[in-house]
């Protein structure tokens, strides 16, 4: 039995996406993630002499400021920033530059569902766009559980109301390599399929939240294929004009 | 001649202590190698856990839980509000997580804690989100007054799996809780009967008692949580801070009563989670949950 989605999409189908680099003059990096009409502008100051008191001064230290659209800030934002803060922690180089500090300010700009993940995605870009050297990227993902066992990619905001269940994913993006498939493997998966980061909220079964990240880890390869197509573009545009 | 020829002839040399201190990841791996960590716990056991009840007199609900040295004390306070518009017959739960200073040496009163609210919230979620409590069980009359229960939890020794205690300690308290007497008076306005014997007969006839004796909320689906970290090929099950400073790849599996899975919590972190160790941590939370389950059975009564 298929479900059937508002918006006539299947469930594997992920909206519509968007995401323009270098948008603001005064940060050093900065970009606008979209998808559908989930919006969240990302900008990137750094990295700045000294680390914050706690912080180790061997390492390259990340801080976010995450910026709801109306309201005052409170725990969801502080729990964001942190679930964003150890995202970037894991997948930036953090030797390259010690006892420095990156700032990533994050604006919602529209929130229709999925909006940790549109977050996750534009911070990347706009890191992407300072030039802080990084691993690999952080894609993701929000892949949500219909009652009837279904799992459903890239909810709207009336679709996550409806929902038992749902769970952000964030995964590195696929490699394009010269290399033969097998020699690239851990623990006998592809580096691709392991999990950065997991939010759950809502109750599942075990099974279910495996058939999310299936789900999740299959939708990764088109973000990703997105991912590099929008930065071979802009980094073509850019040496026709220079 | 690099570092590493150097500090094997330190390593004959140098004490344990500042072993610890100085090369942290390395004494850990060398004791990882073993399958034990310097405690002498195997990998996979939790450490030692207590819990008890009733602790907190002036609270309507409390307890104290222990995993190894962190503990936490959850107290509840019942208040009377009006409910609602959207969900009339239903009672409403705050759970607020504190970090005070004498928890950890890094949290100053000016500087608090930046995992506290991050923590508050995932209790939160947690707790509404498994169904432990009815929150229609905290109706008294429906559309004008329920209960609204302020859960606050305080560390009172921060020494690594933060959630894990402070969940335990929630649930513990929750198991604790007795819902006070009140009575509707002549006003419509919900009053507290106290307990003194000296209440003559008279005023009892003219207040309609809402809830003759003080009761215990059912709870079902109880989540019970374990955090491990992720190192290389290990898996070391309810960290201490210590493990946590160095190998920052924290899991925590939320299981409940009837083996579904809450909340699987993973915040970035240097080790990426395979299907595999997805799997074992999992295996691990069952078994914690059974053993949490046994030392919170012979807490309660019921």
């Given amino acids: 039995m298929e479900i059937d989605r508002e918006d006539g999409r299947t469930p594997n189908q ?3 996406l968007a995401c323009s680099r270098n948008i603001l003059h005064r940060s050093h990096g900065s970009a606008s993630w979209s998808q559908g009409d989930t919006k969240v502008l990302a900008a990137v100051y750094g990295p700045k002499a000294g680390t914050k ?3 180790n001064p061997e390492k390259a230290c990340f801080e976010v400021i995450w910026k709801p659209k109306t309201g005052q800030i409170g725990k969801v934002e502080k729990e964001y920033e942190m679930i964003l803060k150890r995202t970037i922690q ?28 549109c977050a996750i995605n534009a911070a990347c870009a706009a890191l992407v766009d300072a030039g802080i050297p990084m691993k690999h990227l952080a894609v993701a993902i929000c892949c949500c559980l219909a009652d009837n066992g279904y799992a459903v990619l890239d909810p709207n905001k009336l679709e996550e109301k409806k929902m038992t269940a749902l769970a952000y994913l964030v995964f590195p993006n696929t490699t394009l390599s010269v290399l033969p498939e097998g020699s690239s493997l851990v623990e006998g998966e592809p580096v691709e399929h392991g999990i950065i980061t997991s939010v759950t909220h809502g109750v599942m079964s075990v099974d279910d939240y495996f058939l999310c990240v299936e789900n999740g880890r299959a939708a990764t390869a088109s973000l990703s294929a ?3 197509k929008n930065f071979q573009q802009s980094q073509r545009d850019s040496s026709k004009a220079g | 001649m690099g570092l590493p020829d150097s500090s094997q002839d330190l390593t004959s040399e140098m004490e344990v202590d500042a072993f610890r201190r100085i090369f942290p990841l390395r004494f850990f791996e060398r004791h990882l190698s073993e399958s034990l960590r310097p405690d002498a716990r195997p990998l996979d056991k939790a450490r030692d856990t207590i819990v008890n009840l009733g602790l907190v007199s002036t609270a309507d609900g409390s307890a104290l839980a222990k995993i190894g040295s962190t503990t936490m ?5 019942m208040e009377v509000m009006t409910p609602s518009t959207e969900s009339p017959d239903e009672g409403c739960i705050a759970v ?9 040496p890094i949290v100053r009163p000016g500087r608090p804690a930046e995992a506290a609210p991050v923590i508050s919230k995932r209790l939160s979620d947690t707790i509404l989100s498994s169904g432990m409590i009815d929150l229609k069980e905290l109706c008294l009359v429906s559309g004008k007054a329920a209960w609204m229960g302020y859960l606050d939890i305080y560390c009172l020794d921060a020494d690594g ?17 007795q819902i006070p007497v009140v009575a509707l008076n002549d006003n419509g306005r919900i009053v507290a009967i106290s307990d003194e014997k000296e209440q003559d007969n008279a005023s009892i006839i003219e207040e309609e008692a809402v809830n003759k004796e003080k009761r215990k909320l059912t709870l079902k689906n109880i989540p019970f949580s374990l955090t491990c970290i992720l190192h290389k090929n290990y898996i070391l099950a309810d960290p201490t801070t210590e493990e946590e400073s160095i190998m920052d790849t924290l ?5 409940d009563s009837s083996d579904q899975m809450v909340s699987f919590y993973k915040s970035g972190g240097e080790a990426l989670a395979y299907s595999s160790s997805i799997k074992s941590c999992v295996e691990l939370a069952r078994k914690r949950a059974k053993e949490l389950k046994e030392i919170l059975g012979e807490m309660d009564v019921d």
């Avoid at chain 1, 930036?92 to 999925?114: F, R």
């Avoid at chain 2, 004390?73 to 306070?77: D, P």
């Avoid at chain 2, 933060?162 to 929630?170: E, K, M, Q, R």
């Avoid at chain 2, 899991?251 to 299981?255: M, S």
């Fill in chain 1, 14 to 16: 992920l909206r519509p």
């Fill in chain 1, 53 to 55: 008191k706690n912080e």
């Fill in chain 1, 90 to 117: 894991s997948i930036c180089v953090l030797t390259v530059n010690p006892n420095t500090t990156t700032s990533v300010i994050i604006q919602v700009v529209h929130d229709d569902g999925s909006l940790l993940p």
């Fill in chain 1, 226 to 228: 997105f991912f590099r």
């Fill in chain 2, 73 to 77: 004390l959850a107290a509840i306070r």
């Fill in chain 2, 96 to 104: 607020e997580f504190h970090m005070p200073p004498i928890c950890s």
């Fill in chain 2, 161 to 177: 799996a933060l959630f894990d205690a402070a969940l335990l300690s929630a649930v513990a308290a929750f198991s604790n809780l």
């Fill in chain 2, 251 to 255: 899991v925590t599996v939320v299981l």
